[in-house]
């Protein structure tokens, strides 16, 4: 039998500083960025809680955990999507499918948070056991470890045939590689057709449109709501809506 024992917190303020201190380095979305998830409204899409992951009594790890109402136009073929439309106005829950995520709704990849010396396979297999008791507790018949990087491959194969778990592919994402300090660096890395139409697009880009760059640190509230106006903009037209 496992050793670690599992605790659901519902705030990450629930959870000591300088544990996520050494479970998430600064490279890695870590308390700042579920600080602010959790004090952004978003309360009407997602449901935040964290696992607090302990050796006997000793805290070793932590697991970003959040609830949605995922909307089965997302998954549902297009040649079902009529029907599942119609029996949605006549029983809500067949427009969506409720769901118990390991991970973060908006960072890249979902991390498991360990301190050093912390078992990971078998800190996964005891999180796993506690997930299927917390995902009946919030009514989610789908538990979901969401865009784990590669590094967790080996173990999430052994979780997977042990839980009876199987693998999906997530939305597409893009990895640039950016070598050297300077735009120069970038372009010379490219191949020379790749780097003559990114070059002559740029030229057609800067005759039709002017643009300044600058870097901002703390930018007030009017920078703000022209950033958000951007945002929304996008949000407007887009087909999937978070």
């Known amino acids: ?18 544990l ?7 490279a890695v979305e870590g308390r700042w960025w579920y600080d602010a998830m959790e004090r952004s409204g978003l309360e009407d899409q997602f449901e935040f809680s964290y696992a607090l992951i302990c050796d006997e009594l000793r805290p070793v790890g932590i697991a970003p955990l959040f609830v949605m109402n995922v909307p089965i136009d997302l998954v549902v073929p297009p040649m079902w999507l009529s029907f599942f439309n119609l029996i949605g106005r006549v029983r809500r829950a067949c427009r969506y499918q409720r769901t118990l995520f390991v991970g973060s709704p908006c960072a890249d990849e979902g991390k498991l948070g ?3 010396g912390a ?25 979901v470890w969401k865009d784990f990087p590669s590094a967790y491959d080996d173990d999430l194969k052994v979780l997977a045939l042990n839980a009876g778990m199987f693998r999906l592919e997530s939305f597409p994402g893009t990895i640039v590689d950016l070598p050297g300090s300077s735009p120069d660096d970038y372009y010379a890395a490219l191949r020379a057709t790749h780097r003559s ?4 697009k740029k030229r057609r880009g800067d005759a039709a449109l002017p643009v300044d760059i600058e870097v901002l640190y703390r930018p007030d509230a009017v920078v ?19």
């Not at 039998?1 to 300088?18: H, L, Q, R």
């Not at 950033?227 to 978070?242: D, G, S, V």
Request: with cysteine; proline share 7%; aromatic share 12%.
């Open 1 to 18: 039998m496992s050793k670690y024992s599992i605790t659901f917190v519902p705030s990450a303020s629930d959870i000591p500083d300088e």
């Open 197 to 200: 139409n990114l070059k002559r």
């Open 119 to 143: 078992d990971r396979l078998k800190v996964m297999m005891s999180l796993q056991a506690a997930l299927v008791g917390r995902a009946r507790h919030v009514g989610a018949p789908m538990l």
């Open 224 to 242: 703000l709501d022209r950033i958000f106006e951007l945002f929304w903009q996008t949000y407007e037209k887009a087909t999937t809506r978070f």
């Open 114 to 116: 360990l301190v050093p």
């Open 20 to 26: 996520w201190v050494q479970c998430f380095s600064p």
